[in-house]
Structures are given as structure tokens and as C-alpha cells.
């Protein structure tokens, strides 16, 4: 029997996916120092055995991989390189692992500025699978970065990942993940439509799936998400506003590198007006509301 390596791991963002990723390490025993500015997010790993950090230079003083679970490149800049950042107790045998969704551009020359003034190495690692595949272990996981650096990671990802890959140097994980939003979101919102479809047709939603396993229709997404939107499921498994930030990601790089896009452009749209009503917090299901309006509460 292989005897489980306690890695010293930290995660900074403990929002849905930062608290995931700190569920399953600590379900593996692996020792886990977490940071967020919402105490609450802190106290609810705590209590399932994590240390509490008092901020992201903590954080990394105290561990040897450093996890980012954040929303934006500005603040993951300002994690790293603020006040009380993870570069003031950066080292050359700390890794950086960026869980986040931030476009390639930035990851790029925040890794190239970690790499020259703190001799530390930053792998960017954004995902797919949402809070589920991180619980379960069974993240797919696309990296950008060096090969020493990715082979290193493994100690940390194989607690996390069914599929780790790494697709290039630096920004290639997050152009991956571009492409994989564009798939996801216009996925969700042919599903949503497809549901809609058969609950007006009078079909059992919640057989589609099973009937369409294995066919060409079918995917990991049809199978998770039809029946939650049939019944109207919105409890939260991504966020709608995060959708829309990458969303407008995958917009910004199509017009640089001259790509036509405009199912994603429309879908893009449809997003920003969730957002704009109020609705960014809402799950990925919550598309369904496309459909009835503001008298879809459940």
C-alpha cells in the first residue's frame, strides 16, 4: 500500500472553486493553509481542517505550492505582487500553481516577472469540470508553463485531476481555456433551449440524457446539466458572471487573432444581459430563465 505524501499546499481564493479544491486536498491529507478576504469562506475550511493564513505572503511562507482560485488577472496581480503578496516570500523551490481563468497575455508577463525578480516558477493551470470535478478528483486540467515545472505540479494536480496536460510554455493553459468556454457556454445554452423544447413538448426531461448516451449528441454536460435545468436546479456549480468574463476573454483574443465568432458573440450577449439583471451569481443552469423571465425564482 503507497503511503499518501502530506504535500504543504496553499489556496488563495476560497470561493466555489477554491473551497472545492481545499475540500478534496484536505480529503486526501494533504496539510492546506488557505487565504480569501471573506472570513466565513476561511472559517468553513477551517473547520474541515484547514490552517488559516492572514494573507497571500502568509500563505506562501508557509507552503511549497501555491494554489490561485481568483476572478480576474488584476487580482491575481495583486495577490502576487501587492502588499503582503505572494512574491515577498516567493523562493525558487516554491511553485505557483494559477487555477484561474485569466487571458494569456496577462498570465504571460505576470510568470515572466515572477521568474526574473524571484527566481520562482508559475504554471498556469486553468480548468474544467467546476466544483464536482474538483470534489470527485476528476478536473481536466490544461497547463501552460515548463516541463520540469508541470512534472513537479503532479505531486499536487493528481489529487485533483483525471486529465492534466500540458499544452505549451507559458499562456498556453489559458488560451486552452478559452477555447474550452467557448464549447461550455454555448453548450449550456443549447442545452438550456433543448430542455425547453422537451418540457414543452411534453418529454421526461430527465430521461433525455440515458436515451441520448452515447450518441452524437451526447456529452458530459448533457448528462449533468439537462435534468438540473429541467427542474429548474440552480444550485451553484459555477456562476454566470465568470461565464461572461471569459466569455468577453475569448471575445478580446478573437479580434486579435481575426477569428469570426458569432454564435459565441451571441451567446456572449445573452450572458451580459443575465448580468445586467441582476443574475451574474446565478449557476450555469440559471439559462433557463432565458425562457420565463423574473417569474423563474426557484
Known amino acids: 500500500m503507497t503511503e499518501t505524501v502530506a504535500n504543504r499546499i496553499g489556496v488563495v481564493g476560497t470561493g466555489i472553486m477554491g473551497s472545492a479544491i481545499t475540500t478534496r486536498l484536505l480529503k486526501c491529507q494533504q496539510k492546506v493553509t488557505v487565504f480569501d478576504r471573506n472570513a466565513d469562506k476561511v472559517q468553513a475550511m477551517v473547520d474541515q481542517g484547514a490552517k488559516a493564513a492572514a494573507s497571500p505572503r502568509v500563505v506562501a ?9 481568483l476572478n480576474t488577472a488584476a487580482i491575481v496581480e495583486t495577490v502576487v505582487f501587492g502588499t503582503d503578496g505572494i512574491a515577498e516570500a516567493a523562493a525558487p523551490d ?11 497575455e496577462s498570465t504571460r508577463l505576470m510568470a515572466a516577472r515572477l521568474s ?8 498556469d493551470c486553468p480548468l474544467s469540470g467546476g466544483a464536482p470535478g474538483a470534489l470527485s478528483g476528476k478536473l481536466a ?54 430542455t425547453q423544447l422537451a418540457l414543452n413538448g411534453g418529454v421526461a426531461v430527465d430521461r433525455i440524457p440515458a436515451a441520448l448516451a452515447g450518441g452524437r449528441a451526447d456529452s458530459r454536460l448533457l448528462q449533468e446539466f439537462m435534468a438540473k435545468m429541467g427542474r429548474h436546479d440552480y444550485s451553484p456549480t459555477g456562476r454566470l458572471d465568470n461565464m ?3 466569455l468577453e476573454a475569448v471575445q478580446a483574443f478573437a479580434s486579435k487573432t481575426r477569428v469570426a465568432m458569432p454564435v459565441t458573440a451571441l451567446t456572449t450577449e445573452i450572458h451580459r444581459l443575465f448580468v445586467a439583471a441582476g443574475k451574474g451569481g446565478d449557476d450555469n443552469a440559471a439559462l433557463m430563465k432565458f425562457f420565463n423571465g423574473p417569474a423563474d425564482e426557484a
Open 244 to 246: 461572461l468574463k471569459d
Open 94 to 104: 516554491k511553485l505557483l500553481i494559477d487555477m484561474s481563468s485569466i487571458d494569456p
Open 141 to 194: 486540467v490544461m497547463s501552460g508553463g515548463r516541463q520540469e515545472d508541470f512534472e513537479k505540479a503532479k505531486a499536487v494536480m493528481s489529487h485533483l485531476c483525471a486529465n492534466f496536460t500540458l499544452m505549451g510554455p507559458s499562456g498556453a493553459g489559458q488560451t486552452t481555456k478559452l477555447v474550452n468556454q467557448v464549447l461550455c457556454a454555448v453548450g449550456f445554452q443549447a442545452i438550456a433551449e433543448a
Open 116 to 123: 526574473d525578480e524571484q527566481k520562482m516558477a508559475w504554471l
Open 61 to 69: 511562507e508557509n507552503t511549497d505550492f501555491i494554489i490561485l482560485s
